[in-house]
């Protein structure tokens, strides 16, 4: 079998949503320190959708077919799917990704929590702390 997915191949080759928003409602930036890579989520929220989403991945094929996946599952879903969004749930729709490679997915998770956690602060908006963990001390950043 081969190492990669034909859809992780595909979104690798032809990501969706590349780009940036300027008026983004809500932008988050989470970077892996052990292999450098740094991820960026734009977001456009408008009565609770997200209207649309752009990413900037400088990192691996797999984070970047995990970032283009990610942002194709929230856009113009309700901002409930974005929190509720797992990485998980983004291997599975790119059918798989190999073992050692599955903390890059974890990234598209994060900074999309984070872009949302960014939203709800420009805002004012009351959340549940607990939904937003420290990304900073996760276990994953020390995978290889
Ligand atoms: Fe760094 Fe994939 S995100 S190796």
Known sequence: MALYSEKVMD?????????I???ADGVGEVGNPVCGDIMKIYLKIKDDIIE???????G?????ASSSMATEMIKGKPV????????????EALDGL???KLHCSVLAE??????????YDRNGIAYDPSLFPVFEDCDHCHVH
Do not use: Q, W
């Open 80 to 91: 409930s799917e974005a929190l509720s969004l797992t990485n998980k749930a983004v291997t």
């Open 110 to 119: 994060e900074a999309i929590k984070k872009a949302m956690k960014d939203y």
């Open 98 to 100: 190999p073992a050692h």
């Open 21 to 23: 928003i300027e008026d």
């Open 11 to 19: 979104h690798f080759r032809h990501p969706r949503n590349v780009g």
């Open 52 to 58: 649309d989403v752009k990413f900037e991945t400088f």
């Open 60 to 64: 691996c094929g797999s984070a970047i």
